[in-house]
Nanobody, 122 residues
Framework: QVQLVESGGGLVQPGGSLRLSCAAS????????MGWYRQAPGKQRELVAA???????NAADSVKGRFAISRDNANDSVELRMSSLKPEDTAVYYC????????????????WGQGTQVTVSS
């Protein structure tokens, strides 16, 4: 199995910064894409940003220019650096890994972290 452990998050004032980290543990898997999703109360879960194993990134329009995603393939980890935070960024943020487990599996599966709360408020 692929287990994702998140860290970071918390309460920050508007305009502030936060960093989220996520590391995958386990063995026998091959991760393709890692990313972050978020879900605000009463809303659907949405993609925030994602990065492939080759470094290609994708981000929601609402966070472009404010959030940056990076990845350490050697450690199967991903980081989301958030700046210029707004109250509308408040949500539970979930780490996602799209991986083959076992690594010879013909298709990817989605794995999720437990979620970490980000609250932007004065």
């Amino acid at each position: 199995q692929v287990q994702l452990v998140e860290s970071g998050g918390g309460l920050v004032q508007p305009g502030g910064s936060l960093r989220l980290s996520c590391a995958a543990s386990g063995s026998g898997f091959s991760i393709n894409t890692m990313g972050w999703y978020r879900q605000a109360p009463g809303k659907q879960r949405e993609l925030v940003a994602a990065i492939t194993s080759s470094g290609s990134t994708n981000a929601a329009d609402s966070v472009k220019g404010r959030f940056a995603i990076s990845r350490d393939n050697a450690n199967d980890s991903v980081e989301l650096r958030m700046s210029s935070l707004k109250p509308e960024d408040t949500a539970v943020y979930y780490c996602n890994a799209r991986a083959k487990f076992p690594f010879w599996s013909p298709r990817d599966e989605d794995y999720w972290g437990q979620g970490t709360q980000v609250t932007v408020s004065s």
